[in-house]
Every structure is written in C-alpha cells, then in structure tokens.
C-alpha cells in the first residue's frame, strides 16, 4: 500500500470539531486549547456543535478511567489531535507519547509552547503516520523498554478502511510484543451507534464526510462479534468491552449543563471503550 501522509490530512480537521464540544465540560484545559485553536486555525468550513458535549467527554472520561484502572504509567496515544489528556498525564508524571500527522503537530506544539510555557521532557509530541511501521519505530525509541505501554486511540479508525485497521493493528502488536501491556479504544463502536448519532446530532456524519471524504458507513464494524474476530485475526485478545454510560454520572455537560435528550442519552448507551491484549499462547 503506497500510504502518503497528505492523503490522511484531511482526517486532520475532526480534531477541531471534537475540540469545540470539550469546552462544555470540566476537562482541564480545554477552554484555554479551543480560544489558541479558533484564534490560530482556519475554522470556517467547521460546523460546531455543543450537542456532542456528553459524548466526547464521556469517551474521554471512560478512558481515563480505564488507563487509571491499569496502573500503566508509560502512554503512546495514536491521532492525539488537540486533546489535553497528555497535558494531564505528564503532569501526572507519566511517560506520555502524542503522536499525529504533521498539521497537527505543529500546531500542538506551538500551542502548548505558548499557553503553558515549555513541553516536558516526559511529554513527547511526535508527527508520525499511524500506518507506517518505520514511524512506530520512532515512537519505540522513546519509550522505556523494561515498562508496559498503553496505547490509546479514539477517533482515527473510524475513517480507515479495513486494510488501513489492519496495517495500525499490526504496528500496535509490534509495538506491545516488545513491551506487554493493553490497548484502549473507542474506535470499534458497531454500526447501530451511527444510527443513534445521526438522531442525536443532525448532519454531523453529512458533515464528517464532506470535510474528510472517509466517513464511511462501510468502514465500520458490523457489532461486537465482528471486533473480536477481525483482531482475533491479527493477534489480539478482546478483554473488556465498556459502555460510554458507565461514566454519565460523573458528566459535567449533563449534570451541571444539562446537555442531554433521550437521542443523546442513546448514544451514550451504544458508543464503547474495549480494552485489547495480544493473545497469550496456550
């Protein structure tokens, strides 16, 4: 496969989309990150919607929990964007690795740079093209060889195909065949969650699509069954499989915002965290 960065930049600007809605939660940081991104980035053909509020905090919640829950301290997250999650965990004195495509980079870094001073030198933010295994070797070299790795997506592969999955999947079972540990996403949600989205939130997959030209229905997982059996393939144990409604209770765009409707309260339900393994040998 002839994989070109410039053919993936167009999945750049759904960083900008998931940005907006974290303004409406408690995360830290993330208001200080939207004002930079709206002030330095082009921002006109972006359709902004409060609506997905609940959504992407409780995927962002229910993973913090579960990398919480694994005591893992070294963290490779794949397609960052402009999450602060690696703001917090390296101020948590984890070894924390960003990666993304080099859009995206550059503008973590400078934002960072200019709202908070300095990078850590525990905070790594790398370009690298998730499909590439010589990029995978790149983000090896600054990881701890004696620790387990936690490697967190949510939001990339949703707009691979399924040939693009497999060839990330590989380069994360390379990556963990060295160090042990998990892989926590939310990037296998089935298709009927697709269904519960487009109610919730009207013309945002119309609007997904448009900008990146890869959202595509076919690209999805058909359910549960589907997951395990397509990563069963490439060497992967499914351990865990999480509801995004088991952190509503802890929601500020809900409880104290009041963002919510039953459309949006069904989202919540069929959206979902797994947490995967390579698969021991017997």
């Not at 053919?7 to 990150?33: C, G, M, N």
């Not at 359709?47 to 913090?64: D, G, H, M, Q």
């Not at 109610?199 to 945002?204: D, F, G, R, Y």
Request: aromatic share 10%; charged share 25%.
């Amino acid at each position: 496969m002839n994989i070109k960065d410039s053919s993936y930049e167009t999945i750049s600007p759904t960083a900008l989309i998931t940005s907006y809605p974290r303004t409406f939660t408690d995360i830290p940081y993330e208001k200080d990150i939207f004002k930079y991104l709206k002030e330095h980035c082009d921002c006109k053909t972006i359709n902004f919607n409060k609506e997905l509020a609940p959504e992407i905090e409780a995927r962002f919640k229910l993973i913090n929990k579960l990398l919480d829950k694994s005591k893992i301290k070294q963290v490779v997250e794949l397609a960052c964007g402009y999450s602060s999650r690696g703001l917090i965990y390296s101020n948590k004195d984890y070894n924390y690795i960003e990666v993304d495509l080099n859009k995206v980079i550059n503008t973590k870094t400078n934002l960072i740079t200019s709202l908070y001073g300095h990078i850590k030198d525990n905070h790594k933010i790398l370009k690298c093209n998730v499909l590439k295994k010589e990029d995978f070797i790149q983000i090896d070299n600054y990881l701890n060889k004696k620790e387990p790795v936690c490697v967190i997506n949510e939001g990339l592969l949703r707009y691979l195909n399924f040939d693009e999955k497999k060839l990330v999947a590989q380069n994360i079972y390379n990556l963990l065949s060295i160090h042990g540990g998990i892989w926590i996403t939310s990037d296998v949600t089935p298709k009927k969650f697709i269904t519960s989205q487009n109610k919730a939130i009207s013309n945002l997959n119309n609007n997904l699509t448009k900008i990146t030209s890869r959202n595509n229905t076919d690209n999805r997982f058909e359910d549960i069954n589907h997951v395990k059996d397509f990563f069963k393939e490439l060497g992967f144990e499914l351990l865990e499989v999480h509801k995004f409604s088991e952190v509503k209770e802890s929601l500020y765009s809900v409880n104290n915002l009041n963002i919510i409707n039953n459309n949006i309260n069904q989202t919540l339900e069929d959206a979902i965290v797994v947490i995967m393994a390579i698969k021991k040998e017997k």
